[in-house]
Structures are given as C-alpha cells and as structure tokens.
Nanobody
C-alpha cells in the first residue's frame, strides 16, 4: 500500500502564491510518476502537472508558466509551486502517484483564490 499526505493549501488573493507538498510512503516501486490533479465544484478532476521518474514534466495549458512541479527523490515528495494564482485556480488539489500500474491518491487540499 501507498499513502500520500498533502499539505500547503489555503486562501490567497489573486496574484498570490502557494506551495503544495505531498509526501509518499509505503510500498513504492523504484520508478513511479507523481502528479497533481484538481477538482473544482461541479467539474471533473483534471490533471494540473505531472513529473516522471526521470524528471520529465507536463503541465495543463491553463497553468503553464505559472505553476512548477518538482520532486525530492530522496524524501519521496512532490511539490507544486503556484504563482500568479487566479480565481479559476480554486479547487481541491490532489496528489497522485502511479506505481506498478496502480494509481494512488491523497486526501486533497483546498486552494481558494479570492478576486
């Protein structure tokens, strides 16, 4: 089993910044992809950013140039630096890990951006 614990969400004004963290523990394979998803009220969960075992990054078009995903391989952690936040970034953000073909999810952390 794999456990994911997120932290760093909160309330911020438009134009501000937040940094999300996610710590993974448990039975991790050597290679695994980590990602951040988000789900706004009434909308489907969507991919925000993904980083592979080799450091390859992918971003949703809506966050390119504003968000940066990174990993600490030694600590099994993934981060999401969010800058220039907009009200439309308001959502519950979920940490995701793909290991051995199985997806794992964190409990989610709320990010609210006020206008």
């Amino acid at each position: 089993q794999v456990q994911l614990v997120e932290s760093g969400g909160g309330l911020v004004q438009a134009g501000g910044s937040l940094r999300l963290s996610c710590a993974a523990s448990g039975s991790l394979s050597i290679l695994y992809t980590m990602a951040w998803y988000r789900q706004a009220p009434g909308k489907q969960r969507e991919l925000v950013a993904r980083i592979s075992s080799f450091g390859s990054e992918n971003y949703a078009d809506s966050v390119k140039g504003r968000f940066t995903i990174s990993r600490d391989y030694a600590k099994n952690m993934v981060f999401l630096q969010m800058n220039s936040l907009k009200p439309e970034d308001t959502a519950v953000y979920y940490c995701n890990l793909l290991s051995g073909g199985s997806p794992y999810w964190g409990q989610g952390t709320q990010v609210t951006v006020s206008s």
